[in-house]
């Protein structure tokens, strides 16, 4: 084996090891963090994790449901086109119905 392969394996044995040390280090800290929040193991963390996101979902597909059953009806909003074609409707129809009169006659 050649100094440059040598020094290649001694790096990665290296790395490796800084790697799995991190892990291990990562891993006390995160019993250390779950305990101060009073569960005893990893494990029952993660449980209780579950069971949150389990009745998170639930409670959003009940919303949902609910929504859909006695929620507003709203319908879609109209985009810029649609709404300026109605202004412009509506204006054409005030024109069309208004009575003009001359203020010139009878004036004099």
């Not at 050649?2 to 044995?13: A, N």
Request: glycine share 4%.
């Amino acid at each position: 084996m050649c100094k440059e392969e040598e020094g290649l394996s001694i790096k990665w044995i290296f790395n490796r090891t800084n790697k799995f040390q991190l892990l291990e280090l990562k891993k006390s800290e995160l019993s250390g963090i779950v305990k101060r929040y009073g569960f005893d193991t990893v494990q029952q963390f993660y449980n209780a994790i579950k069971i949150a996101q389990d009745a998170t979902y639930k409670y959003q597909m009940d919303v949902a449901t609910w929504e859909e059953n006695y929620g507003e009806k709203t319908p879609p909003k109209a985009t810029f086109e649609e709404r300026l074609r109605i202004y412009q409707r509506e204006a054409d129809q005030q024109h069309t119905q208004r009575n003009y009169h001359s203020r010139d006659k009878g004036a004099r």
